[in-house]
Nanobody, 126 residues
C-alpha cells in the first residue's frame, strides 16, 4: 500500500485546510486510516482516526470540534478537514493505514499502523 498525502500549506490563524490521503496498491475498504502530526522539535502525535467503513471516528482532544476525518472508499482517499486552525496546529501531517480487525475499529497508536505517507506541511501563522 502506498499513501500520498497532500493539501498542506500556509494559512492564517482561524483559516482552514483540507488534507487528502490517496491510497494505491489495494482497495481501502478494509483499511483503517489515521492522521498524525509532528511539530518542530516534538515527537509525532495522533490527530484523528477512522474505521474501514467510516462508521467510527476518534480525535485527540485538542482538535475535537475543529477537525473532521472522513473517507471516500470509491476514491481510495481519506480526508482531514481542518477548521479554525491555530498556530499550535503547525506541523508535518502524516496519514497512516492498516488492515482493520473489525469494520468499526479505530487506532490511535503509531505502532498500530503498517503503512505511512510521506507527510505534508501545515503552517499556521498568527
Amino acid at each position: 500500500v502506498q499513501l500520498q498525502a497532500s493539501g498542506g500549506g500556509l494559512v492564517q490563524a482561524g483559516g482552514y485546510l483540507r488534507l487528502a490521503c490517496a491510497a494505491s496498491g489495494r482497495t481501502v475498504s478494509n483499511l483503517a486510516m489515521g492522521w498524525f502530526r509532528q511539530a518542530p522539535g516534538k515527537g509525532r502525535e495522533f490527530v484523528a482516526a477512522i474505521s474501514c467503513s467510516g462508521v467510527s471516528t476518534y480525535y485527540t482532544y485538542s482538535v475535537k470540534g475543529r477537525f473532521t476525518i472522513s473517507r471516500d472508499n470509491a476514491k481510495n482517499t481519506a480526508y482531514l478537514q481542518m477548521n479554525d486552525l491555530k498556530p499550535e496546529d503547525t506541523a508535518v501531517y502524516y496519514c497512516a493505514a492498516r488492515i482493520g480487525d473489525r469494520d468499526s475499529d479505530v487506532y490511535s497508536r503509531e505502532y498500530s499502523y503498517n503503512y505511512w505517507g510521506q507527510g505534508t506541511l501545515v503552517t499556521v501563522s498568527s
